[in-house]
Nanobody, 125 residues
Framework: QVQLKDSGGGLVQAGGSLRLSCVAS????????MAWFRQAPEREREFVAA????????YHADSVAGRFTISRDDVNNTMYLQMNSLKPEDTAVYYC??????????????????WGQGTQVTVSS
């Protein structure tokens, strides 16, 4: 049974930092890409970053490049999102995801079969 458990959200002032974590189990990791998405109220779920588990190659959305960094710890089966220089527009529920199709098409939500429960990030101005 595949499980993704994301955590690490919270309330932070603009310019601050947070690190999100996603602990995964039940996957053959080498076959998957994992990713972070976010969803603000009344908006569609948006791609943030993805990583190929086998070699750790990352891919970040333009909106977060240079501020956010995705990484993974393949010993502890954990993916991270380090978020620096946070802005109020980064406020959203952040979800981790895993999917085989994410290896070739990392940005669509349809590329991912498994999702975490979400963790709230709120950035105050």
């Amino acid at each position: 049974q595949v499980q993704l458990k994301d955590s690490g959200g919270g309330l932070v002032q603009a310019g601050g930092s947070l690190r999100l974590s996603c602990v995964a189990s039940g996957l053959t990791f080498s076959d998957y890409a994992m990713a972070w998405f976010r969803q603000a109220p009344e908006r569609e779920r948006e791609f943030v970053a993805a990583i190929r588990w086998s070699d750790g190659i990352p891919y970040h959305a333009d909106s977060v490049a240079g501020r956010f960094t995705i990484s993974r710890d393949d010993v502890n089966n954990t993916m991270y999102l380090q978020m620096n220089s946070l802005k109020p527009e980064d406020t959203a529920v952040y979800y981790c995801a895993a999917g085989e199709n994410g290896l070739n098409k990392p940005t669509p939500t349809q590329s991912y079969d498994y999702w975490g429960q979400g963790t709230q990030v709120t950035v105050s101005s």
